[in-house]
């Protein structure tokens, strides 16, 4: 179960772990923009609720790649002993650039998600440049990366999916809830035996508002629900990331932790470290 334990002792737990429960969500938290605390200040609090944390690629206003070498042992060092996804760089990567953002990942025990234009393939199929997408994926395999392609239109993703059997799938609940051309059920069906990652938002059924789970006037509870049981029906290790913005990492806690899990029950709600004052996390 990756990232889920501390090195010295991962192998022992996991097994364990598997045996009592077969399907579980990891839950992390979606981490965009640096706010006034440091990266390391950001993954301290976030380690201490039992968190992990998914990265990416640039800060707001800025087109410095955090996964680049010099930054590795900044990356290492703040997120030691954390659950950690990169998303993709979304600046058109390079096998190159791919190179270098894979081999972070595998210094990082990481995941990555990327989008579709991240292998050179566009929403439509109008272009797809199918060479490209299997030299990464096959590069990806090659280190024990896992990739996931985060969700687009359905007929698109289904598409990747027939060309590459090593891809896996992030399915994007507030993307699901908007598409008008299929129904969630659908959505979640057809991709469920492939999903290893989840984007946990929100919205009102118009636009990716990136709202907190559980707005009311959002995505209907049934479908919640429906999610979970057709996640069940696999055996995937499954990487759930709060995403919400704009706000800070403490509210994404506290508002998305409440309905995922006091309201919906779902599964492997991460634990504090005993003794630990939220209170001294104070990003002013």
Not at 116 to 131: K, M, R
Not at 165 to 186: M, Q
Not at 198 to 217: A, F, K, Q, S
Request: one cysteine or more; aromatic letters at 10%.
């Amino acid at each position: 179960m990756r990232g889920q334990v501390s090195a010295n002792s991962r192998v022992g737990k996991k097994m364990e772990f598997f045996m009592r429960i077969k399907y579980i969500v990891s839950t992390m938290v979606f981490w965009w923009r640096e706010h006034h605390m440091s990266f390391e200040q950001e993954c301290e609090f976030l380690r201490h609720l039992g968190f992990g944390v998914e990265i990416w690629p640039t800060m707001k206003g800025n087109n410095d790649c955090r996964f680049v070498r010099r930054n590795w042992s900044r990356l290492k060092e703040a997120t030691r002993d954390m659950l950690v996804v990169l998303a993709s760089r979304n600046d058109g990567p390079t096998f190159q650039e791919w190179d270098e953002q894979i081999q972070c990942a595998k210094m990082l025990d990481a995941s990555i998600v990327t989008d579709l234009q991240g292998l050179c393939v566009s929403s439509g199929l109008g272009v797809a440049d199918w060479g490209f997408a299997k030299d990464v994926l096959k590069l990806a395999d090659d280190n024990d990366v896992i990739v996931s392609v985060e969700t687009g239109p359905l007929r698109t993703l289904l598409k990747v999916g027939e060309k590459f059997d090593n891809v896996k799938y992030c399915l994007d609940t507030g993307f699901a809830n908007i598409d008008n051309g299929t129904a969630f059920t659908e959505y979640v069906d057809s991709l469920a035996e492939r999903t290893v990652h989840l984007h946990l938002t929100d919205n009102y059924g118009r636009i990716d508002d990136h709202e907190p789970p559980g707005v009311r006037g959002g995505m209907r509870r049934k479908n919640w629900n429906y999610l979970l049981e057709a996640l069940n029906k696999y055996d995937n290790d499954v990487i759930g990331s709060l995403e919400m913005f704009p706000c800070m990492p403490g509210t994404m806690i506290r508002q998305g932790s409440r309905f995922m899990f006091d309201v919906l029950g779902w599964p492997s709600r991460p634990q504090a470290l005993e003794g630990y004052d939220e209170t001294a996390y104070r990003p002013i």
